[in-house]
């Protein structure tokens, strides 16, 4: 009996510490520098990565932190983080157990297609959540293409918001002239093409010069 009563209190504590299903390895898109260091969370349509995340980061380490700003400042090169395992939804804004900091190889190129890890097991510290948004399965079209923008000084990014089934994840660089709007842009969307340089400007209102060139731009987990 006093066996069997254990078994059943460690079988309540072990549902109750169980992870949700979010939990997994999220991989994330790095991007930013001396003005801000932002990660992209790579999403999927199936759990335990349909959410669209973006977060303002920093590296704990001051000395990473600064090494890794300077690699990454103004330019459009491809670098990840490859984390270890943690709930996802921790990172939404209502979480009863918000998610701080998490350990994470800092990698140049992606960390599943042959990219080299420059920082090993760094602690990303979470300073903001900037977006948290469940994707939705649901086939669905849409004749125009979303775009917020991240960062609020002249270094700025601009973030497709997936909002269709097939669709596209796409990050730009972007050079804003002092005082520029942040407002969100709208284009038209041209199947799962990557928007022009040009288009992108329009929907700025800037010259095609302040587009510095795309970070990041990938459909195949987005069918």
């Known amino acids: 009996m006093k066996s069997a009563l254990l078994l059943s209190l460690a079988l309540v504590a072990g549902g109750a510490n169980a992870a949700d299903a979010t939990y997994g390895e999220h991989g994330m898109a790095l ?15 199936h759990a335990p990565h349909d959410y669209q995340v973006i977060l303002q980061v920093h590296v704990a380490d001051p000395a990473t932190d600064a090494a890794l ?44 297609q042959g990219g080299k ?16 948004r469940q994707l939705s399965p649901t086939q669905k079209t849409s004749n125009d293409a979303s775009y917020v923008q991240i960062g609020s000084g002249s270094q700025r990014y601009l973030v497709k918001q997936i909002d269709s089934r097939p669709d596209f994840d796409h990050i ?46 990938y459909t195949d987990d987005l069918k």
């Open 172 to 217: 730009v660089s972007y050079a804003a002239a002092g005082g520029a709007p942040t407002a969100a842009i709208t284009l038209n969307k041209q199947a799962l093409q990557q928007p022009q340089a040009a288009a992108l400007a329009a929907a700025l209102h800037v010259p095609a010069s302040a587009i510095r060139g795309t970070v990041y731009f």
């Open 117 to 132: 890890t420059q920082f090993a097991a760094a602690t990303i510290v979470v300073d903001k959540v900037l977006m948290f």
């Open 69 to 112: 700003r300077r690699r990454l400042d103004g330019k459009t090169a491809l670098w990840t983080i490859a984390p270890e395992k943690f709930e996802l939804s921790r990172l939404a804004p209502a979480s009863a157990a918000p998610l701080r900091q998490f350990k994470a190889d800092v990698v140049q190129g992606h960390f599943e």
């Open 31 to 45: 991007f930013g520098g001396q003005q801000g260091l932002y990660a992209s969370h790579l999403p999927m349509f």
